[in-house]
């Protein structure tokens, strides 16, 4: 018994030495990780800085972001125009900064390209299956054939979604046409058009509109958008799909003291006959006639010094007025008498020929008074007007017919 007592002594001192040989080798290695901490311990002031998005790339990066290393990628039954629409990038790359982009089908890359080179992407989600692949992969706007439509198209620069260090460029449109459109405006000339821009949407016909108008695309940009929000709101027109025409009218006296002023009738497509409507477009901002027509004499500072200056406001009030009703079509003119109504066909009433008189001017308060007769081709209108006028240009005016459908004139059914 004895014996065995003191083997029980033995053990519990071997247990006990196991215990305290544990704690040790514990509180060791919570010693090293403490010291191991206080050795990797950022120096006091110093704080680490987290790593930065890359930089969102803009449309005027183009052509200096695609300088080095460019793949050009178009679909494998890519139409001639979208070919045309290419070779045109191309030339114009290397023309600029010396680089000479490949050009390789949808069918040809590799991963490895996607990679390593500058990507610009030219095509139709139908004609370019790489677009829908890039629709999946980033938030790039989404080209469909309902959108943006009709030869119309959509450029949009983004970061390489396989090397972000990479650019890419979508020359993208809803058919061939909103291709050919989107990639045009990659020349120079619409260079300020894209500052500030990471992506755009341009109709083809919106290179003529604008030069028609007389004004730049970025300002056709902003007009047309104004134009087609006043016809929606107005009409409850939002959401339709309708075509927008324009006409610049001559209105002679306001391009001569407001030269960058433009008189612009709208015709909305939607209906039989076309919704007619008249703007001022100035400075940015879109007048709608006649109703914002001393806001705009105000905001342009308009002195009205002379009968000259007089009868011309009046003139471009009645033209604003009274829309012409249809493209090409001109707006109403201030009548000498009734020989300047055109009657070769329908001759003028003799009870309307005898009260047309030549406008008459008179001074009134510092501003004028003008009495005179317009004509209107579109339903052959004659009006009689008195209109007063301010020093500053400001228009109170008062209108009464006297005759429609008076000579060769158009009868809108």
Excluded at 129 to 141: F, G, N, R, S, V
Excluded at 206 to 226: C, K, T, W
Excluded at 387 to 397: D, E, N
Aim: hydrophobic fraction near 40%; charged fraction near 25%; charge should be negative.
């Amino acid at each position: 018994m004895e014996i065995c007592d003191g083997r029980r002594n033995i053990m519990a001192d071997k247990l006990k030495q196991m215990h305290w040989k544990k704690i040790l080798l514990m509180g060791g290695i919570l010693l090293v990780a403490f010291v191991a901490g206080l050795c990797v311990q950022k120096p006091e002031g110093i704080k680490t800085t987290p790593l930065q998005p890359a930089e969102e790339l803009k449309l005027s990066d183009f052509p200096e972001a695609f300088k080095d290393s460019t793949l050009i990628i178009v679909g494998d039954n890519t139409s001639d125009i979208e070919m045309q629409a290419v070779n045109e990038i191309a030339y114009y790359l290397e023309n600029e900064t010396g680089n000479k982009p490949l050009i390789k089908k949808h069918s040809e890359i590799s991963d490895e390209d996607k990679r390593n080179y500058n990507l610009i992407v030219v095509g139709t989600p139908k004609t370019n299956p790489l677009l829908e692949e890039m629709y999946q992969m980033t938030d790039a706007t989404r080209v469909t054939e309902e959108f943006p439509g009709e030869d119309k198209g959509v450029l949009e620069i983004l970061r390489d979604p396989w090397n972000e260090e990479k650019a890419m460029l979508l020359v993208e449109g809803s058919d061939e046409w909103g291709v050919k459109a989107a990639s045009i405006l990659l020349n120079n000339q619409y260079s300020a058009y894209l500052e500030g821009k990471s992506v755009i949407e341009v109709g083809y016909m919106d290179f003529d509109e604008a030069a028609r108008l007389n004004i730049s695309l970025s300002d056709f940009s902003v007009f047309s958008s104004n134009v087609r929000r006043y016809f929606d709101d107005k009409y409850l027109m939002t959401g339709a799909d309708y075509s927008i025409a324009y006409d610049l009218k001559d209105a002679k006296w306001l391009e001569e003291n407001v030269p960058d002023a433009r008189l612009i009738q709208a015709y909305a497509r939607f209906r039989q006959p076309d919704i007619t409507e008249t703007f001022i477009f100035w400075n940015g901002k879109t007048y709608i006639m006649p109703d914002d027509f001393n806001k705009f004499v105000s905001d342009a500072h308009l002195q009205i010094i002379n009968e000259d200056d007089a009868l011309g406001i009046a003139d471009v009030y009645i033209k604003a007025w009274e829309p012409s009703g249809s493209e090409g079509i001109p707006a109403a003119v201030i009548l000498q008498s009734a020989r300047d109504i055109p009657q070769k066909v329908n001759p003028v009433p003799e009870e309307v020929a005898q009260q047309i008189k030549s406008p008459v001017i008179k001074r009134q308060d510092n501003g004028f008074v003008v009495d005179l007769y317009s004509w209107c081709e579109i339903g052959g209108w004659v009006r009689e007007w008195h209109i007063t006028i301010s020093p500053k240009g400001l228009v109170t005016a008062q209108s009464n017919v006297i005759g429609e459908y008076v000579g060769d004139c158009i009868i809108e059914v």
